[in-house]
């Protein structure tokens, strides 16, 4: 089956420092891919969509200059951290859709990245 | 927005026995998708099931089942003869066919399986 690789799997930073995480379809072309965020025993929340070569589009209540996404390729996707604070700690997890529409309705995900910010 | 709830946060069921995890969701389209995923404790999602609104048929994969209730807008998961293997959180979604591809998940059921 396709499969996208995210990583780092788990970064700590300092507060106030800028983290980068990857998302990566291995084996097929991600017109679309979504990064949410998971906090412990909670479900995923759906921070923004990211369409290749277009601006993302992020949910209510995320801040777009914190969080920032490019998506310059078919194949990677990368999520920014910028100026961490404790306060963005989490588990991030990034999803792909396949190019193709006759499984366009399947997200494949990464394993999630977890972020500790000290 | 698409509501989507999981009224169990914990279910436990028996190794080789049978358990039906709930999910209900409130919408007003008539086209959709709806999915369960698992979650086990490597945090690694994995698709279970799906199930395209406008097929009447009940969606299985091996030992996974779903009752697709859309007037009664439910979609429960079967799991029958359950594994060890099973234990995970597990995340019902849904997916409008109007607005994009993302997913709306419910809050999760924690399945124990028992020996």
């Known amino acids: 089956g396709a499969v996208v690789s995210q990583h780092p799997s788990w970064v700590i930073c300092k507060s106030g420092t800028s983290v980068k995480i990857e998302c990566r379809s291995l084996?097929?072309?991600?017109?679309?891919m979504f990064w949410y965020r998971q906090f412990p025993k909670q479900s995923l929340m759906l921070m923004a969509t990211?369409?290749?070569?277009?601006?993302?589009?992020?949910e209510q209540g995320v801040e777009k200059d914190k969080f920032l996404i490019n998506h310059a390729s078919l194949t990677l996707s990368t999520l920014t951290v910028t100026s961490a604070h404790p306060e963005d700690s989490s588990f991030y997890i990034c999803s792909a859709r396949d190019r193709v529409e006759t499984s366009g309705d399947i997200q494949y995900f990464g394993a999630g990245t977890r972020l500790s910010v000290l | 927005a698409q509501t989507v709830t999981q009224s169990q946060p914990e279910m436990s069921v028996q190794e080789a026995e049978t358990v039906t995890l709930s999910c209900t969701y409130d919408?007003?389209?008539?086209?959709?998708?709806l999915f369960w995923y698992k979650q086990p404790p490597s945090r690694q999602m994995i698709l279970v099931i799906r199930q395209e609104a406008y097929k009447q048929q009940n969606a299985t994969e091996n030992r996974f089942s779903v009752n697709f209730q859309k007037a009664a807008k439910s979609f429960s998961l079967k799991i029958s003869d359950s594994q060890l293997g099973d234990a995970a959180m597990y995340f019902c979604?849904?997916?409008?066919?109007?607005?994009?591809?993302?997913?709306?998940f419910g809050k999760g059921t924690s399945l124990l399986v028992t020996p």
């Open positions: 084996d097929f072309q991600a017109t679309t």
């Open positions: 919408t007003s389209e008539s086209d959709y998708y």
């Open positions: 979604a849904y997916r409008s066919s109007n607005s994009g591809y993302a997913l709306n």
């Open positions: 990211s369409n290749e070569g277009s601006k993302a589009t992020y």
